[in-house]
């Protein structure tokens, strides 16, 4: 089992910046990936960004490109999530998730692929 654990969200106003940061603990050691995703008010859970644990390679949503980056410090199995230029349609609740499976990009952008959740970090951009 791996547990997660986010923080670092919070209220921030529009062009601001926040940096997310998920924790995994337990059976880590063959992770091969992990993830953001984001979950609107009455909307679906939306992919984010991911990056494969061993190469470091990453991926994003459209929608963050340009402006989000995802990272991860193998030492401390931490994953961060550097948000800048935010914008009020970014309000969500933010999750980290993770899987051991090995998975094509595309796949990775599914909330189906992954095996662990954390339970959440709000974030709240203000207009």
């Known amino acids: 089992q791996v547990q997660l654990v986010e923080s670092g969200g919070g209220l921030v106003q529009a062009g601001g910046s926040l940096r997310l940061s998920c924790a995994a603990s337990?059976?880590?050691?063959?992770?091969?990936?992990m993830a953001w995703f984001r979950q609107a008010p009455g909307k679906e859970r939306d992919f984010v960004a991911v990056i494969r644990w061993s190469t470091g390679i990453t991926y994003y949503a459209d929608s963050v490109k340009g402006r989000f980056t995802i990272s991860r410090d193998n030492a401390k199995n931490t994953v961060y999530l550097q948000m800048n230029s935010l914008k009020p349609e970014d309000t969500a609740v933010y999750y980290c998730?993770?899987?051991?499976?090995?998975?094509?990009?595309?796949?990775?952008?599914?909330?189906?692929?992954?095996?662990?959740w954390g339970q959440g970090t709000q974030v709240t951009v203000s207009s």
């Open positions: 998730a993770a899987t051991s499976t090995i998975r094509s990009t595309i796949v990775l952008a599914t909330t189906r692929s992954y095996e662990y």
């Open positions: 337990g059976r880590t050691f063959n992770t091969y990936a």
